[in-house]
């Protein structure tokens, strides 16, 4: 059975268990969730696929019911847990499904129970969840899921307490918030106490979630300088490192990362661990992780060390181990498989699945080394060696991906490599000898094809991102700074690289660059505006550059940020929004609660002071008194089910506050799209009506030459008469050149043979001048009808502006009658088709435009051919001059 018949058939099961939770339905449920789960359920969520994220939305919605079946959402914990196995699928569940605040509710209504298996599923999956995610106190029934993790991780029970603290140290980490009520609270120093006596548990991942809470609540208080002082630090350094290294799974090594990167932060910690004595081996056993397969162990060293390279005292350490001599030939790799820097250079290609994040944080580190290295007063032999053999791996991603990259995760992914390889290469550059190696092996051709291709995804790929244009995250700004960058590169390489400084300003003059240039003028990063503002001053001098259309796309941009900073509530995510009221119901209720208690105490009271009194009506009070706390005792559980109906209520809201934010993302994309196409079509206006700008000013140019070729022509008559004059005196001296008279009735026969030629020239010259008129004339007629296109197009958008707004209003106004819709779609459709019309009459015009244009360049190929025989005329002319020049001036005969 394929996915999609299982997944309808969960769905469809789910749907039924919600209309009757009968033993059969349960069971049907449970049967179609352990099939999903046989699945394989890799990025399911994260394929944005719609009957994946309705079939997760009603196992949430099921998971939050206090209704359900245990053993069914037990099997519904296991399937999600299952589908949160990438970044973007927990980011999904948290955000869109608010997972994260049903399984906070999930646990408190079962906290009576922590032992319960259901108890322990659930806190596995908030820590999925809540892994590099700041969850904030307000969010619902977080208070509560804080309170049972402190109040079970001081129990005695082994099992929970691993996966408490775990829970935990992702909830304190980073986020000041919850450090902030913790601290708050009246517990904290049992609490304290508690986690220093788990320091010395015989569980190291214990061990290393203590040293993470304690790090996140205590690191700038007295108690966390006593714990991370100067004698207890060195042994919380050895512990970690012999942890990352010797470490007995991936989850461990991932938090004893995290704790180290935390303490890192720390100034005082950072000095202490440059002087740690073990600190060179240390690094040498963590970089030798690099040399295996596994993606995330990789990842997190990564992450590790980027993080020591934020220690400048660290820096230099780490660019003598990475950069140790190695060969040249990335071949000869396996033969050095000690050499960290080969691994290095081998997880930025790697071929591994799930190894994108490792290759990009490759680059990262390599450039914050090559920075260091190269910064130096002197360079050793060993780093240019390493550049000679990282160069190579670097300029594939230069090349450019063929096929062109298909969807937005791999747009994306590979936008993201160019830039943070671009960058490795300009550290490069900032060195004349490692310069020198980056333009030998650099060609314009690949810079070329690689901006290319980031200009088709920029133009191409807008309308796939529900971001705004202005967003960090968007994709039309990753694919703008990975094409930015390139510039960059390419500006700095342009006077060492043969054709770059052509291929860049030719580049800079596309109209297509004005949409990148803008995104990075308009940004919020200092980087890309400096950037961008580099490049501009590099572009404003050419004559072709697209000022006008930078303009409107950064007016565009900034309209766009505007309009949302307008609406900001619209804006903040589903765990932000404040707590439920459903708290403060709680409150009212255990007040009263204690209200009825302190009644009963005041009645038994009054009871024991009026026995001796013996008051006959004594019954009857009681009778009274007993069945007004039966109906208090049954308002108080019509309240208690009136609350966990608000709370089903509340997470059905947030449901549908997520669909919207989901469907206004899609029509916001739809309404990119649109503006996208007549921006476009606006532009290609403007380029036709350049094109025929520059066509006119061409026809003005031809008149001017031929003008000037009928007054060659005059000049030419005046030196025929002039040859005529000579032609007497040369007549006059003929008699003494007898030997030449043969000769002289030659060169006459051949100069009345160029008079009859010239005269058909001057015929042939005047009816092209009257075919040119008429060319003339014909193309001011098409100018015009062009125009009247123009204008007609201009009235036709009015009207579909007109309608459009007729369509918003009738959206506000909420759904008319259905005759009314079909009318206007009628309407419509009639518009289109008259726009198609329009459209095509535009293009009949341009063709005859095109056509005109050929028999223009007719004329003047023919004008040419004129000139080019009164050139012949001119040169015989000249030889009879010459030969009449040279002749003795007493002769005197006449032809």
Same mark, same amino acid.
């Given at each position: 059975m394929d996915a999609s018949t299982c997944l309808k058939s969960l769905l469809l099961a789910t749907q039924q268990y919600e209309g009757g939770r009968s033993a059969q339905n349960a069971a049907q449920l449970l049967k179609q969730v352990e099939e999903v789960s046989s699945l394989k359920c890799d990025q399911l969520l994260s394929s944005g696929q719609?009957?994946?994220?309705?079939?997760? =939305?009603?196992?949430?919605?099921?998971?939050?019911?206090?209704?359900?079946?245990?053993?069914?959402?037990?099997?519904?914990?296991?399937?999600?847990?299952?589908?949160?196995?990438?970044?973007?699928?927990?980011? &999904?569940?948290?955000?869109?499904? !608010?997972?994260?605040?049903?399984?906070?509710?999930?646990?408190? =209504?079962?906290?009576?129970?922590?032992?319960?298996?259901?108890?322990?599923?659930?806190?596995?999956?908030?820590?999925?969840?809540?892994?590099?995610?700041? &969850?904030?106190?307000?969010?619902?029934?977080?208070?509560?899921? &804080?309170?049972?993790?402190?109040? !079970?991780?001081?129990?005695?029970?082994?099992?929970?307490?691993?996966?408490?603290?775990?829970?935990?140290a992702n909830l304190c980490r980073d986020n000041p918030a919850v450090q902030s009520h913790i601290k708050s609270l009246d517990t904290v120093k049992p609490f304290y106490r508690t986690l220093i006596r788990f320091l010395a548990h015989n569980s190291l991942t214990v061990v290393v979630f203590t040293l993470s809470i304690l790090a996140s609540l205590t690191l700038n208080e007295k108690v966390g300088e006593k714990l991370f002082d100067a004698k207890n630090i060195h042994q919380t350094f050895q512990l970690v490192f012999n942890i990352i290294v010797n470490g007995d799974g991936t989850l461990t090594r991932k938090y004893s990362v995290d704790l180290l990167v935390d303490l890192l932060q720390n100034p005082k910690i950072a000095d202490y661990l440059t002087r740690y004595r073990h600190l060179s081996a240390c690094v040498d056993q963590i970089l030798g992780l690099?040399?295996?397969?596994?993606?995330?162990?990789?990842?997190?060293?990564?992450?590790?060390l980027l993080a020591m390279c934020g220690v400048s005292g660290l820096r230099p350490l780490l660019c003598r181990v990475l950069f140790k001599p190695a060969t040249p030939k990335l071949k000869a790799a396996s033969e050095h498989k000690a050499n960290p820097g080969l691994a290095l250079v081998r997880w930025i290609s790697s071929p591994v699945a799930g190894a994108e994040a490792c290759s990009l944080k490759a680059l990262q580190l390599l450039k914050e080394l090559l920075e260091e290295a190269l910064g130096a007063a002197i360079m050793p032999d060993s780093t240019e060696s390493f550049v000679e053999m990282l160069l190579p791996v670097l300029l594939d991603f230069v090349k450019g991906l063929d096929p062109p990259p298909q969807g937005e995760a791999q747009l994306r992914q590979h936008c993201e490599c160019v830039t943070h390889v671009n960058s490795v290469l300009l550290v490069m550059c900032s060195k004349d000898v490692t310069q020198a190696l980056v333009s030998n092996q650099v060609s314009a051709r690949q810079c070329l094809l690689q901006v290319e291709t980031l200009l088709a995804c920029c133009h191409g790929n807008n309308a796939t991102a529900c971001l705004p244009p202005g967003a960090d995250n968007s994709l039309s700004q990753v694919c703008a700074e990975a094409l930015l960058s390139t510039l960059v590169l390419m500006s700095k390489l342009r006077q060492l690289v043969k054709d770059m400084e052509t291929g860049f300003y030719r580049t800079l003059q596309d109209q297509r660059i004005a949409t990148p240039l803008a995104l990075a003028l308009t940004s919020h990063h200092r980087a890309h505006v400096q950037t961008g503002l580099a490049l501009l001053l590099e572009a404003t001098p050419l004559p072709d550059f697209p000022s006008l259309t930078l303009g409107d796309s950064m007016a565009a941009n900034n309209a766009y940020r505007q309009r949302e900073t307008e609406v900001p509530v619209k804006r903040i995510p589903v765990q932000e929004l404040p707590p439920p009221r459903t708290n403060v119901n709680g409150l009212d209720m255990s007040g009263a609660s204690s209200g009825i208690h302190s009644l009963v105490e005041k009645l038994h009271g009054g009871l024991e002071l009026q026995e001796?009194?013996?008051?006959m009506h004594l019954s009857d009070i009681i009778d009274v008194y007993e069945q007004k706390l039966s109906a208090l005792a049954s308002e108080e559980s019509r309240l208690q089910d009136l609350l966990e109906a608000k709370a089903v209520a509340l997470s059905q809201a947030d449901r549908l506050i997520s669909q919207y934010h989901f469907q206004r993302a899609q029509a916001e994309a739809e309404a990119r799209k649109l503006a996208s196409l007549l921006k476009e079509a606006e532009r290609r206006r403007e380029v036709l009506q350049g094109e025929l700008g520059v066509q006119l000013e061409e026809a003005r140019r031809s008149k001017a030459d031929a003008e000037e070729l009928l007054h060659h022509n005059a000049r030419l008559q005046l030196d025929s008469e002039e040859h005529q004059t000579l032609k007497g005196a040369y007549n006059s001296l003929l008699h003494r050149f007898d030997e030449s008279e043969s000769l002289l009735k030659e060169l006459q026969s051949a100069h009345a043979n160029l008079s009859k030629h010239n005269d058909a020239l001057k015929k042939n010259h005047q009816t092209l001048q009257l075919q040119h008129d008429k060319s003339v004339s014909l193309l001011k007629e098409k100018e015009d009808e062009i125009k009247s296109l123009h204008s007609d197009?201009?009235?036709?958008?009015?009207?579909?502006?007109?309608?459009?707004?007729?369509?918003?209003?009738?959206?506000?106004?909420?759904?008319?009658?259905?005759?009314?819709?079909?009318?206007?779609?009628?309407?419509?459709?009639?518009?289109?088709?008259?726009?198609?019309?329009?459209?095509?009459? =535009?293009?009949?015009?341009? &063709?005859?435009?095109?056509?005109?244009?050929?028999?223009?360049?007719?004329?003047?190929?023919k004008l040419k051919q004129c000139e080019d025989e009164l050139n012949k005329h001119s040169a015989m002319i000249a030889m009879i001059h010459s030969l009449s020049s040279g002749k003795k001036n007493d002769v005197n005969l006449s032809l």
């Open positions: 719609l009957l994946p994220i309705e079939c997760v =939305r009603g196992l949430v919605e099921l998971t939050g019911n206090a209704n359900t079946c245990p053993a069914v959402a037990g099997a519904i914990l296991s399937l999600l847990a299952q589908l949160a196995c990438d970044d973007d699928s927990r980011k &999904i569940l948290h955000s869109h499904f !608010n997972l994260t605040s049903i399984l906070a509710l999930l646990v408190h =209504r079962h906290s009576a129970t922590p032992g319960d298996p259901l108890i322990l599923q659930s806190l596995q999956l908030l820590q999925k969840l809540t892994y590099s995610t700041r &969850i904030f106190p307000s969010s619902s029934h977080v208070h509560e899921l &804080i309170g049972f993790l402190m109040s !079970n991780i001081q129990s005695d029970s082994d099992d929970i307490i691993m996966p408490c603290l775990g829970l935990l690099l040399q295996s397969k596994d993606a995330d162990s990789a990842a997190k060293v990564l992450e590790l001796p009194a013996k008051d197009m201009r009235s036709k958008d009015e009207d579909i502006a007109a309608l459009r707004g007729d369509l918003r209003v009738a959206a506000d106004k909420g759904r008319e009658s259905e005759q009314q819709r079909r009318e206007l779609e009628d309407m419509l459709d009639a518009l289109r088709k008259e726009l198609s019309k329009t459209e095509q009459a =535009r293009k009949d015009a341009s &063709i005859k435009a095109s056509s005109l244009e050929l028999q223009k360049s007719q004329v003047e190929t």
